[in-house]
């Protein structure tokens, strides 16, 4: 379905519309805008990408919900717009019919006050417990540094009663040195009956911390937000800055910029595949020899960033600095030589009839919950959903290098774990093909400062990341870097039940969702 389509479709109900870029923005009224989402997402399959607010009250008394759908076939982006008005902070949810927005409404509610009218679940998402009702950090009224008092507000997990019927609860606080999040089972003897999560606790203000910074102070925040997809969270957020600015990089700028983050990718990847078969099974024999592997691929970042996790490479108007010949030969060569490895070490692995026992059946996500709950990222195509960002909204050097975007169809750890191996390949391939073609060419370009808004998007190792930027007066009025680990969080919930405690480690593994990147 393209534009065109759409505003015949929703004409008199879809207003003020302009395309800029990638991006379409249109503007609807709050008693339409569930209807207009639901047929979008619904009748023309139109992946929801991101719902969010703003306040606006200065401007024109209100706030403001945003929904943002991805025109996969036309690389573009459409974002709807519904006014809230302060004297009544509600509007119809899209939750009911859209179950995608289910976190990103109660996020909103949390974060602005504003209240999606028949949400089935408006629980408090980010503060929980300890942080006072009615407080609203993303209001423009709300000091970054205000001093929150203590409270103890009730957090009511959800209960499952009957004979025979026990509950366990797993964190907040882990072994080893993994952030916050808690997670109940509720269990008949071993096998899970209902799995809830619990998370934020280590919630950073990102969002608020980023208002009034210029486009340079702001990227330091931005490249921390998961350590693990540093220079994947960068791009994103570049991108949105060079949409907005006008800027143009050089193809040169492009090829590095790919080339870096899939070295993020696959450093990652190997990385999960150590995790998955020794901590997640036992199977020792991958775990020792997939961390070495990674180690090599970590202080490869080392040599050409300065730091083990491909940071500080990536800026707006292009790179920090330059990648010279010997040393886009080394990432190849170190490169070819971790997947080689990791490839004849994963091969042993999969040809032991135990850990296959561990994996197949294990975790499984249909593909149907896969859509309804907007899973993103490598576990989605596990699930035999066909997207990417690489391709589907193509960005660095990936419209001239296209990749070829790798699904499956068993749903499970199985599924997730080849998944990763053949990413890996296809990284390489990738890799191969840049390195030999690598064109010659400035790596810097000064991005002049304009006001807009603009959506940056990048297919980071763990999934899809969405930077909605808005920059008013020179400096960031508005930044949202949507996380894949938020998109995904909630998957546990229909990937649990069914299965023994003992393998809840093992889905986890296989997702290995970022705690930090969800705290925002």
């Not at 280590?202 to 340079?216: A, M, P, R, S």
């Not at 990763?420 to 990284?427: A, L, N, P, T, V």
């Amino acid at each position: 379905m393209n534009i065109q389509e759409i505003i015949k479709t929703f004409a008199g109900k879809i207003t003020d519309v302009v395309e800029k870029n990638d991006l379409i923005c249109a503007k609807v009224s709050r008693d339409d805008l569930a209807d207009i989402s639901t047929k979008l997402f619904q009748e023309y399959k139109l992946p929801l990408s991101l719902l969010f607010g703003t306040d606006n009250r200065k401007k024109n008394g209100n706030f403001e919900v945003h929904v943002i759908f991805s025109l996969d076939d036309e690389h573009k982006w459409l974002k709807i717009s519904a006014e809230v008005p302060e004297s009544d902070l509600q509007y119809p949810s899209l939750t009911k019919t859209i179950m995608v927005a289910h976190w990103y409404e109660r996020y909103l509610r949390d974060m602005f006050g504003v209240v999606p009218v028949g949400h089935p679940d408006l629980r408090r998402l980010v503060h929980h417990e300890n942080i006072p009702e009615n407080t609203h950090p993303l209001r423009k009224d709300f000091q970054w540094n205000t001093k929150l008092s203590k409270d103890n507000v009730s957090y009511p997990m959800h209960h499952v009663t009957g004979e025979g019927i026990f509950e366990i609860p797993v964190g907040p606080i882990h072994a080893g040195i993994i952030e916050p999040g808690h997670f109940r089972f509720n269990v008949a003897g071993e096998r899970i009956l209902t799995l809830e999560g619990k998370l934020f606790f280590t919630h950073k203000g990102v969002e608020k911390l980023l208002e009034g910074k210029n486009i340079d102070e702001a990227l330091p925040f931005i490249e921390r937000i998961s350590g693990d997809m540093s220079a994947s969270h960068s791009l994103a957020y570049v991108q949105a800055v060079e949409k907005i600015s006008g800027c143009v990089v050089s193809k040169r700028v492009q090829m590095l910029r790919a080339i870096i983050t899939e070295c993020e990718r696959i450093t990652m990847h190997i990385h999960d595949l150590a995790n998955i078969g020794g901590m997640g099974t036992g199977f020792s024999f991958i775990a020792a020899n997939g961390f070495r592997i990674k180690e090599r691929m970590m202080r490869l970042s080392a040599d050409i960033c300065g730091n083990r996790f491909w940071r500080g490479m990536i800026v707006p108007g292009g790179i920090k600095s330059d990648i010279k010949k010997e040393n886009l030969e080394k990432i190849l060569e170190i490169s070819q030589e971790a997947w080689n490895e990791i490839n004849k070490i994963t091969t042993v692995a999969l040809d032991d009839e135990g850990f296959l026992d561990r994996l197949q059946y294990t975790g499984e996500l249909p593909k149907e919950a896969a859509e309804a709950f907007g899973a993103v990222g490598f576990p989605a195509r596990a699930s035999e959903i066909n997207r990417d960002v690489r391709r589907d909204h193509p960005y660095a050097s990936y419209a001239d290098f296209p990749i070829k975007v790798i699904t499956k169809k068993s749903t499970d750890v199985f599924a997730r774990y080849r998944i990763r191996i053949k990413e890996i390949e296809q990284s390489i391939i990738l890799l191969k093909t840049l390195v030999e073609k690598i064109e010659e060419g400035s790596v810097f370009e000064k991005c002049e400062v304009k006001d807009g808004f603009a959506i940056g998007a990048v297919e980071s190792w763990r999934g899809e990341i969405v930077c909605a930027l808005q920059i008013k007066n020179g400096v960031i009025e508005r930044c949202y870097p949507r996380d894949p680990s938020f998109c995904n969080w909630a998957l546990f919930g229909i990937m649990g039940p069914g299965n023994i405690v003992p393998d809840f480690p093992l889905i986890n593994k296989s997702l290995n969702l970022s705690y930090s990147g969800n705290d925002l």
